[in-house]
């Protein structure tokens, strides 16, 4: 069983700050991959950022030069920095993990998902 946990969500001001982290739990063999995406109300879940297992980094158009992704493979974690934020930016960031459970350490990468936190940015 892998569970991802995501931490840091709450509200700020246009052109504030927040960090967001997502911690993976459980028995686990191997991570790849770790991204976050994020979903407004009415919206489609839509791709943020994302970071391989060798710390090559994507983002989207939309959150380049303000967002910024990281990871700490000793604690299984992903994190994101977020600056200058919009209030456009509002949604459920949610983080997602490409993982072998040790109980599968023989099968292929599987894509696990946290809950969501809420980011809420006031204009």
């Known amino acids: 069983q892998v569970d991802l946990v995501e931490s840091g969500g709450g509200l700020v001001q246009a052109g504030g700050s927040l960090g967001l982290s997502c911690a993976a739990g459980?028995?686990?063999?191997?991570?790849?991959?770790m991204a976050w995406y994020r979903q407004a109300p009415g919206d489609q879940r839509k791709f943020v950022a994302q970071?391989?297992?060798?710390?090559?980094?994507t983002y989207a158009d939309s959150v380049k030069g303000r967002f910024t992704i990281s990871r700490d493979n000793a604690k299984n974690t992903v994190y994101l920095q977020m600056n200058s934020l919009k209030p456009e930016d509002t949604a459920v960031y949610i983080c997602?993990?490409?993982?072998?459970?040790?109980?599968?350490?023989?099968?292929?990468?599987?894509?696990?998902y946290g809950p969501g936190t809420q980011v809420t940015v006031s204009s």
């Open positions: 997602a993990m490409n993982v072998v459970p040790w109980s599968h350490r023989w099968g292929p990468f599987k894509d696990y």
């Open positions: 459980g028995s686990i063999f191997k991570i790849s991959d």
């Open positions: 970071i391989s297992d060798d710390s090559a980094t």
